[in-house]
């Protein structure tokens, strides 16, 4: 299950298919070495995104 406290970097290495939701909710900078180490929740709150929604959908 994914939350809110996964580290980027670690989601896609993961689960690589749940790039395309990320992308799709605004999150273009995957490959930047900076979102690797950034949380799912410190990701969503820079890019004005929702995250228990996105949570919702990466954990469909």
């Known amino acids: 299950m994914i939350d809110k ?4 970097g670690e989601l896609l290495e993961k689960y ?3 790039a395309d939701i990320l992308l799709d909710a ?3 900078c ?3 070495p ?3 180490a950034e949380t799912l929740e ?7 995104i929702d995250v228990e929604e996105l949570i919702k959908e990466l954990n469909k």
């Not at 406290?5 to 980027?8: A, D, E, G, M, R």
């Not at 410190?42 to 004005?48: F, N, P």
């Open 42 to 48: 410190e990701a969503c709150s820079v890019h004005g």
């Open 16 to 18: 690589p298919e749940k």
């Open 5 to 8: 406290n996964v580290k980027i």
């Open 26 to 28: 605004g999150m273009h």
């Open 34 to 36: 900076a979102s690797q």
């Open 30 to 32: 995957l490959g930047c």
